[in-house]
């Protein structure tokens, strides 16, 4: 155990609270993106006719956003600063969100995975500005768990997503299933399939306004310039450098796997449920309901764990922490895909007690001690997110199989995929804390 008294949100006599608090709103802005989000998988599929493989391609756009434009914010960021960066994010954000409109005109489905795209383009610059950025408001020390207090706050952000995704779109879509719909004249189809899309686009069209209001305050508010000293650009040079430290290499295959798992267990608990309730007697659209209240119950202990985690941490060193908690998830998992009832989905809602550390904490590990490389080392770390977009489809794939053998559920049986991601955080878990021991016995 190695306790720190260092202050959290003050250095060298500046006191980061008031940017801490609004960089912080940022992160709940990106949460409620993801997990209004996730269910739209399901949904869209209804809504098009589609089988679940077509509606994963929703997390394909939405996730290979965050991959294409990485990189290309860390060289923005570098030549401006980490202000102008969450402020073009921002303005992407809001675009991306306002596209729904034309997208819903089109009655097409490949101009919503249009606007996705260039939606999550801002959040790649948000994210690839605002996780760094967060690690200079205060002492080097205690950057990971700085970070862990910020991401704290997405999951509030993912909680209302959930519960505007519940309440606001799944809930108000035309009730008839996927079954009904499929044996439904042209002209019937149309008409359903625009009246659930402008259902559908309402909550994206308003949180454009919203993220336009924060668009304002940052523009105006004053910022620290941490981190903004260094302009220069030396993309191959920076790029082998960072690439040769062990923590930070194998933090980036870790946050592949880690957002696999993440976006994996949050969009296919609302499958997994539904056969679940379903084989009780439930009524499709009613399970699927269900199935997104226990979603929002496992992002509920995933905020309260996150919190709990931040404390521990205090105490226990991140790489420790990390280890065990995959370890749990993991095994977590396996109930998972053994359990063919209600226990099932409790172990899937278990999980999210276990990923809530993961994210910032491989982030922390991974750029300690970058200094001003950490804007080219966040822009690697953002684009392992696309994790969230490669490994979703392959996962839907193996559901619209439908049953594995004579009657084992395909559902069920694609879970060994986040099990495997899991096994990928213990190990990089494991590895950060025998080097954490290493450097300090040196």
Same mark, same amino acid.
């Given at each position: 155990?190695?306790k ?10 500046v006191?980061?609270?008031?940017p801490?608090?609004?960089i912080?709103?940022?992160?709940a802005l990106?949460g409620?993106?993801?997990?209004i989000t ?10 098009f006719?589609?089988n679940?493989?077509?509606g994963?391609?929703?997390?394909l756009a939405f996730?290979?956003g ?6 290309p914010?860390?060289?923005f ?9 969450i402020?073009?994010?921002?303005a ?5 969100a ?11 489905y490949?101009?919503f995975?249009a ?9 790649s610059f948000?994210e ?18 700085r970070?862990n ?9 993912s909680l209302?997503?959930m519960?505007?995704?519940m ?6 879509l035309n009730?008839?299933s ?7 004249s ?11 899309l402008?259902?559908l686009?309402a909550p994206?069209?308003?949180i454009?306004?919203?993220v336009?209001?924060m668009?304002l ?6 910022m620290?310039?941490?981190?903004d000293?260094d ?6 040079a920076?790029?082998?450098r ?6 930070y290499?194998?933090g ?10 993440q976006i ?11 056969r679940v309730?379903?084989?009780?007697g439930?009524?499709e659209?009613?399970a ?14 995933f ?5 709990i985690a931040t404390?521990l941490?205090?105490f226990? $060193?991140? %790489?420790?922490?990390?280890?065990? &908690?995959?370890i749990a998830?993991?095994? *977590?998992? =396996?109930?998972v @895909? ?6 099932g989905l409790?172990?899937l ?6 990923m809530?550390l993961?994210f910032p904490t491989?982030?922390g590990?991974?750029l300690?001690?970058?200094g001003y490389d ?8 953002i684009m ?5 977009s ?9 559901? $619209?199989l %439908?049953?594995?053998?004579v009657? &084992? ?5 694609? *879970?060994? =995929?986040?099990f @495997?991601?899991f096994?990928?955080?213990?190990w990089?878990?494991?590895q950060?804390y025998?080097?954490?021991k ?5």
């Amino acid at each position: 155990m190695n306790k720190t008294k260092l202050p959290l949100l003050k250095h060298n006599g500046v006191n980061y609270l008031l940017p801490f608090i609004i960089i912080t709103v940022c992160f709940a802005l990106w949460g409620f993106a993801n997990d209004i989000t996730n269910p739209m998988v399901k949904a869209f599929s209804k809504i098009f006719r589609m089988n679940v493989t077509q509606g994963a391609l929703v997390q394909l756009a939405f996730y290979g956003g965050y991959f294409a434009m990485a990189f290309p914010a860390a060289i923005f960021i570098k030549k401006f600063s980490y202000k102008a960066g969450i402020l073009l994010g921002l303005a992407l954000y809001a675009a991306g969100a306002f596209l729904f409109f034309p997208a819903m005109m089109s009655g097409n489905y490949y101009p919503f995975l249009a606007a996705y795209f260039v939606l999550t383009c801002g959040l790649s610059f948000l994210e690839t500005s605002a996780n760094p950025y967060i690690l200079t408001m205060g002492p080097e020390e205690n950057a990971t768990r700085r970070l862990n207090m910020a991401q704290a706050f997405n999951p509030i952000g993912s909680l209302m997503g959930m519960f505007v995704a519940m309440n606001f779109i799944q809930a108000r879509l035309n009730p008839m299933s996927t079954a009904e719909r499929a044996v439904l004249s042209d002209p019937e189809f149309e008409a359903m399939k625009q009246s659930d899309l402008s259902i559908l686009i309402a909550p994206y069209l308003a949180i454009g306004l919203v993220v336009l209001a924060m668009f304002l305050i940052i523009l105006i508010a004053r910022m620290p310039k941490n981190g903004d000293a260094d302009k220069s650009l030396h993309f191959g040079a920076t790029l082998k450098r960072i690439f040769s430290i062990p923590n930070y290499r194998q933090g980036v295959i870790a946050q592949f796997f880690y957002v696999g798992a993440q976006i994996m267990c949050w969009t296919f608990i609302i499958q997994y449920g539904t056969r679940v309730f379903m084989g009780q007697g439930m009524e499709e659209q009613a399970a699927e309901v269900l199935s997104q209240k226990y979603n929002i119950a496992a992002m509920i202990i995933f905020c309260v764990s996150r919190l709990i985690a931040t404390y521990l941490m205090k105490f226990f $060193d991140p %790489g420790k922490m990390l280890r065990v &908690f995959a370890i749990a998830a993991g095994i *977590f998992t =396996l109930g998972v @895909i053994l359990f063919q009832n209600i226990w099932g989905l409790y172990c899937l809602v278990a999980v999210s007690a276990c990923m809530s550390l993961m994210f910032p904490t491989i982030y922390g590990i991974a750029l300690k001690g970058m200094g001003y490389d950490a804007k080219f080392g966040a822009a690697g770390l953002i684009m392992a997110i696309l994790g969230g977009s490669v490994l979703p489809p392959v996962q839907a794939a193996i559901i $619209d199989l %439908g049953t594995i053998g004579v009657s &084992f559920p395909a559902v069920n049986a694609s *879970f060994i =995929l986040p099990f @495997i991601c899991f096994v990928v955080v213990a190990w990089y878990g494991t590895q950060a804390y025998n080097r954490s021991k290493i450097n300090m016995t040196a």
